[in-house]
Structure formats: C-alpha cells, structure tokens
C-alpha cells in the first residue's frame, strides 16, 4: 500500500498558501485509493518582526509596496488566482496585518490531536474570508472549535508556554532548509515543491514520491 508523508511549510496569513492548500486537497482527492497519505503543516512566517498586536493592514502593506495601490493591485492578483482555484479571499474585510506565532502554535496543538487539516483550513476561513484578526486569541479559539478543538481550554493554552518551543524549532528548521518563500511542498522528506503549485504538479509529485510517477 503506496504511503506518502508530505509536509507543508506555510503560515496562516499568506493567500498563496490557503490556494495551495486548495490545490493540494484537489490533488489527493484525485490518487487512487489504496494510496495512503499522511499531512503535516510546519511553520513559516512572512512577517517576522511583526508585533505581536499586529498592525494596520493599510499601513503595514503601503510601507511594504509602496503604495495602497500597488498593495491593492496585488490584492487582485491574488483574488483572482484564488477564484480559478474554486475559493474566495475577501481583502476589502481585512484590517489587520496580525502577528501568526500563535496560530502557529495553535496549528502545532491541531497536529497533536489528529486535526491539524481541519483547524489550518478554519485559519485561513477566519483571515482569508471572514477577515478577522486571527491574532486575537478570541478569534483563534473559534476557529479551534470550527477545527475539532472544542474540548481544549484555549486561551488557557494561549496563555501558557505549550507549543512556544515546538514553533520556534519549526522556524529554525525552515530556516536551515533554506525556506524563503511558502507554500513549500516536501515529500518523504525530500523531494519539495514551491509555491502554489496546480494540483496535476502536486499529484505527480505523490505519485513519484511513491514510486508511482
């Protein structure tokens, strides 16, 4: 029985990622059935300076690109990458730019209880399509519910150490592998991808990883 153990680096508030994730969902619905697949989501961040309240979207993007417009020209890039994707990222809802070390914990606890799938794709619902803060620890434990966390104390979690060792060390190992841009795809820990790849890309990848290709 074909196994393949995949890795997805990644962070919570990028648009390229929740569009690879879609693609990479499409991809294993398309594998045989005897394939078996397991997902792990390790962490990325774009903005690490970023403070830990966050900032203003609008200024943090102006300061970054230059421009509103150029943010927002980026902006419709990205939506539209996103609706040939089957998906909606809705930026006119988005206010802030929030520091994600805490939805990455919140990821690596997911990861613990079998369902870190679940609770990576309400992230990117709450960000991408409602345009809450996921910063905020209210928001993260909504969006833990939404993902099967709904009998963890959450902000209790938040408030305490757990995870803050396991994120920094996913850090450092993207950084050791040379990451510098997500989604990164990497199958039985060696062969990787880049980038929102297309599911077809995604699926060969499976396949070869598997021997199958």
């Known amino acids: 029985m074909p196994h393949v153990d995949i890795t997805v680096i990644s962070d919570a508030i990028c648009p390229w990622c929740f569009i690879g994730k879609r693609h990479l969902d499409l991809a294993l619905a398309e594998l045989p059935e005897e394939f ?18 966050g900032l203003s979207r609008r ?38 730019t929030p520091n994600t070390f805490d939805a990455h914990r919140l990821i690596w606890l997911a990861g613990e209880h079998g369902v870190q799938s679940a609770v990576v794709s309400a992230l990117f619902r709450r ?11 209210a928001v993260l434990a909504s969006a833990a519910r939404d993902g099967g966390l709904a ?21 450092d190992e993207a950084r050791r592998l040379g990451v510098s841009g997500v989604p990164t795809f990497i199958f039985n820990g060696t062969t990787g991808l880049s980038g929102a790849q297309p599911p077809e890309a995604l699926r060969q990848a499976i396949l070869e990883a598997a021997g199958r290709g």
């Not at 421009?67 to 990222?89: C, K, N, P, T």
């Not at 960000?127 to 620890?137: A, K, L, P, Q, T």
């Not at 959450?154 to 060390?169: M, N, Y």
Request: net charge negative; no cysteine; glycine share 6%.
């Open 36 to 53: 078996r697949v397991s997902v792990a989501w390790h962490p990325f961040e774009l903005n690490p300076d970023m403070p830990a309240e």
């Open 59 to 96: 200024d943090y993007r102006t300061a970054k690109f230059g421009s509103w417009e150029r943010s927002r020209a980026l902006d419709a890039q990205v939506e539209a990458a996103a609706e040939q994707a089957g998906i909606q990222i809705h930026h006119e809802r988005m206010t802030r």
């Open 127 to 137: 960000y991408f399509v409602e345009g809450e803060d996921i910063g905020d620890s």
């Open 151 to 171: 009998d963890i104390d959450i902000p209790a979690f938040l408030a305490s150490d757990q995870g803050r060792a396991e994120v920094k060390a996913g850090l």
